[in-house]
């Protein structure tokens, strides 16, 4: 059996607030934006303008009063006024459709920032989960056993959404907010500055509402984020294992698990609603209450011919104005935040340097074959510095009794496979098989010792070059959505239409896809839950086959399938290692039997070596193995005579 490694499962990214902005982060944000530079000035430019003529609206009904509806209309005293008509009619008709222009202009120019913002934000995401793909491609296998699936996921999706939602709905609407407000007050304070100063009476208290807002909700929405996780990590696991949730009869109790988590969603959604619901009325009063007092000191001002009554309207309309880009910008708020935390994420996971990596000044092997450990110490666990010094220096005694601090997989092994060899590997559950395999195709690296394959420590090769001579079959066969023929092939061009039928026929699968109605163009449905465990596990021989490996690894490859597919497996496994260094991990002694040499692993130890025969010849732990597990397979698959019987029976062999 494989060695399982337990991954943390921590959602302690998910519950990171994020700040509301981070210099550095946003540093590498904006260079995303740099092969789309134009258009994102072009945007720019875009809100800018349009911020120009949102804030003209109001002044232009201040110059349409001022001159044509009051008993004593303004004089054209500038240059825009000396332009219009003195007649009211058609001095109106002129503001009227300069007003309309800009609106027009507005409109115009707010269609441009929101498709380029919205075209650059996708190309934008592209790139970054391109990146993010090709970075989880590089990452080495042990990243993925401390990594749920379903984190990753997450930042290829929710995180990648976040950074797009500030790109196209955040940062550029900011500016436009700022542009506006800043218009607005310029304006306000050349036409009254004391009226403007009436207006921004309740800013104080606009601003400790929206920092009370921003708390409750920058909480609530942690909590939504944590809630989120939680349901999607609760519910692919028990849709994944709904066979085992149904034939324990735990329906009722999953869901009464699950109706604790969604309701935590729930209510902090419910709490962010309510932030909502009190914020924007709170605000909406405030603005009333300075409309109010604009109205009341500036109706005075024009009884007291202290303000025209342009501007008092001006006012009246640049103070419904002003408040509407700080709600905006409080709404922003929230996107900053969960942009500057998804960032962070992201950065973490694109940061995390691959630990195997092919070597700048790579080599070739001899193309021999022939696999070699020399003394190798390995375990999963992240070794400190410090231990990573001592274990370079310490003898093998004293690598031994660090066992109370590192937790060893391997303990000093070593052991030849010859070209052509099969090797089969045995022993109990956690005595290192698995990992040997692993450290084999440098999904790993060892902490002391070497691992050779032709000739060459794996840490030499190509990486890509050196997986190329490996054909792997698992014990869990495994199969991608699509046809056959593509789940024989992986993508790989150079292998033919008649090299993939002669790899069928070889593991006696051929017949099997002929009778299907698509034969090898069949869909096979996600993990290839249309086809039977047995199958699967054949079309994995067929894939390893197709490819021509020079070293061929069976990980339990039988132990999946059934006795009819075990027989036409075992013929298919006898042409299949025939020219190439076979390493067999499996508990069926027929495969066993035929192996060149057999290792015997215990507790990280390889501590026994031979043929079949004279394994058992010294009654040690292959043959306790042997009497424990495989005599009533070896006699139920072998039908051996009464003489051999009897051998079996004194465990002679």
């Known amino acids: 059996m494989?060695?399982?490694?337990?991954?943390?499962?921590?959602?302690q990214d998910d519950d990171v607030a994020g700040k509301i902005y981070d210099g550095r982060l946003m540093r590498r944000l904006v260079a995303y934006l740099r092969p789309y530079k134009w258009q994102a000035v072009v945007s720019l430019i875009a809100v800018f303008l349009k911020a120009f003529f949102d804030v003209i609206g109001p002044l232009l009904t201040k110059i349409t009063v001022d001159l044509y509806f009051t008993s004593k209309p303004e004089p054209h005293l500038n240059w825009f006024t000396r332009h219009l008509s003195s007649n009211p009619t058609q001095g109106i008709s002129q503001l009227a459709t300069i007003y309309l222009g800009s609106l027009v202009m507005s409109y115009g120019l707010e269609f441009v920032q929101t498709y380029l913002m919205q075209w650059t934000g996708q190309k934008v995401m592209f790139d970054m989960r391109s990146q993010i793909f090709r970075h989880l491609q590089r990452m080495h296998i042990g990243f993925f056993d401390h990594n749920p699936v379903g984190r990753l996921v997450t930042r290829l999706t929710g995180d990648v959404e976040a950074l797009n939602e500030m790109f196209t709905s955040g940062v550029f609407s900011i500016f436009e907010d700022a542009f506006v407000l800043i218009g607005i007050v310029f304006i306000m304070?050349?036409?009254?500055?004391?009226?403007?100063?009436?207006?921004?009476?309740?800013?104080?208290?606009?601003?400790?509402?929206?920092?009370?807002?921003?708390?409750?909700?920058?909480e609530s929405y942690r909590r939504v984020r944590h809630a989120i996780a939680r349901i999607?990590?609760?519910?692919?696991?028990?849709?994944?294992?709904?066979?085992?949730?149904?034939?324990?009869?735990?329906?009722?109790?999953?869901?009464?698990?699950?109706?604790?988590?969604?309701?935590?969603?729930?209510?902090?959604?419910?709490?962010?609603?309510?932030?909502?619901?009190?914020?924007?009325?709170?605000v909406e009063v405030l603005s009333s209450v300075a409309i109010a007092l604009v109205i009341w000191q500036g109706g005075n001002g024009v009884?007291?011919?202290?303000?025209?009554?342009?501007?008092?309207?001006?006012?009246?309309?640049?103070?419904?104005?002003?408040?509407?880009?700080?709600?905006?910008?409080?709404?922003?708020?929230?996107?900053?935040?969960?942009?500057?935390?998804?960032?962070?994420?992201?950065?973490?996971?694109?940061?995390?340097?691959?630990?195997?990596?092919?070597?700048?000044?790579?080599r070739k092997g001899d193309g021999s074959a022939r696999v070699e450990?020399?003394?190798?110490?390995?375990?999963?666990?992240?070794?400190?510095?410090?231990?990573?010094?001592l274990v370079a220096k310490a003898s093998p005694e004293e690598l031994a009794a660090l066992g109370s601090e590192i937790e060893w997989i391997l303990k000093d092994v070593s052991f030849v496979i010859e070209p052509g060899q099969t090797a089969a590997i045995v022993g109990h559950t956690g005595a290192g098989k698995t990992t040997i395999i692993s450290l084999m195709m440098r999904f790993y690296d060892v902490q002391r010792g070497s691992v050779l394959v032709n000739g060459l420590d794996v840490r030499e090769h190509a990486l890509t070059e050196m997986?190329?001579?490996?054909?792997?079959?698992?014990?869990?066969?495994?199969?991608?959505?699509?046809?056959?023929?593509?789940?024989?092939?992986?993508?790989?061009?150079?292998?033919?239409?008649?090299?993939?039928?002669?790899?069928?026929?070889?593991?006696?699968?051929?017949?099997?896809?002929?009778?299907?109605?698509g034969g090898f163009e069949e869909r096979v449905r996600e993990r290839g839950n249309s086809l039977s465990t047995g199958q699967k596990q054949l079309i994995n021989f067929a894939r390893a086959l197709a490819h021509n490996p020079r070293v061929l690894i069976l990980d339990e490859a039988t132990s999946s399938v059934d006795t009819d597919t075990e027989l036409l497996v075992r013929s298919a496994l006898e042409r299949m290692v025939q020219g190439r260094t076979s390493v067999v991990i499996a508990h069926r002694l027929s495969t066993v039997q035929s192996?060149?040499?057999?290792?015997?692993?215990?507790?990280?130890?390889?501590?026994?070596?031979g043929t079949h025969q004279e394994l058992l010849a010294r009654r040690g732990i292959y043959w306790k193995l042997y009497q424990l597990q495989y005599k009533d397979q070896e006699l139920a698959a072998t039908s051996p005579t009464p003489v051999f019987r009897e051998q079996l029976t004194t465990g002679i062999g």
């Not at 494989?2 to 959602?11: G, Q, R, T, V, Y």
């Not at 969604?262 to 962010?272: C, E, L, S, V």
């Not at 408040?323 to 929230?334: A, H, V």
């Open 2 to 11: 494989a060695e399982e490694k337990k991954p943390k499962d921590s959602h």
């Open 189 to 218: 304070l050349r036409m009254s500055w004391w009226l403007a100063l009436i207006t921004f009476a309740v800013l104080p208290f606009i601003l400790i509402v929206t920092r009370m807002f921003r708390k409750h909700v920058r």
């Open 232 to 282: 999607n990590s609760y519910t692919q696991e028990h849709v994944s294992g709904m066979s085992v949730v149904q034939l324990f009869n735990r329906e009722e109790r999953s869901y009464k698990a699950f109706e604790d988590v969604n309701n935590q969603h729930m209510i902090a959604f419910k709490d962010t609603i309510l932030a909502y619901a009190l914020y924007y009325p709170a």
């Open 303 to 362: 009884m007291r011919n202290s303000v025209k009554l342009g501007v008092l309207v001006a006012f009246i309309q640049y103070a419904q104005r002003f408040f509407r880009p700080i709600q905006d910008m409080s709404e922003k708020y929230n996107i900053l935040q969960a942009a500057m935390a998804a960032s962070e994420r992201i950065f973490k996971l694109v940061d995390t340097p691959p630990q195997v990596l092919t070597p700048e000044n790579c």
């Open 373 to 389: 450990l020399r003394h190798v110490w390995f375990t999963y666990q992240k070794l400190t510095p410090e231990q990573e010094i």
């Open 467 to 517: 997986r190329q001579q490996f054909g792997v079959v698992l014990q869990d066969p495994f199969l991608f959505s699509g046809t056959i023929a593509d789940n024989i092939r992986l993508g790989t061009s150079w292998i033919t239409d008649e090299q993939m039928h002669r790899a069928a026929e070889d593991v006696n699968l051929l017949d099997f896809i002929s009778g299907l109605p």
């Open 595 to 609: 192996a060149s040499q057999i290792l015997v692993m215990h507790k990280g130890q390889l501590r026994e070596m």
